[in-house]
């Protein structure tokens, strides 16, 4: 599924307009992305959890070269599922 399919669905589920269901969609990812740049978190309870954790600086290998690199430290944003969604797949 991809944003255009969920927006219809959200559109038809709740109905209201696609533009709303679009303007309710992008509302809810910018304050998911404006928590976890201030590293915060957000819980959906029975959905799932979004948490930003730091990945620490390590040595890798450039594939084409063998020739060892450095590869920076990052913040990576990471998705935990809750377990109403875990029960639902299984």
């Given amino acids: 599924?991809?944003?255009?399919?969920?927006?219809?669905?959200?559109?038809?589920?709740?109905?209201?307009?696609?533009?709303?269901?679009?303007?309710?969609?992008?509302?809810?990812?910018?304050a998911i992305r404006t928590t976890l740049k201030k590293g915060g978190t957000v819980s959906l309870v029975g959905f799932g959890s979004f948490a930003v954790t730091k990945r620490p600086a390590r040595k890798g290998r450039n594939p084409r070269t063998g020739a060892e690199i450095k590869i920076k430290a990052a913040k990576v944003p990471k998705f935990r599922p809750g377990k109403a969604l875990k029960d639902a797949l299984n």
């Fill in 1 to 30: 599924m991809n944003k255009t399919e969920l927006v219809e669905h959200i559109a038809k589920h709740a109905d209201i307009s696609k533009a709303a269901a679009t303007r309710a969609l992008d509302s809810t990812i910018t």
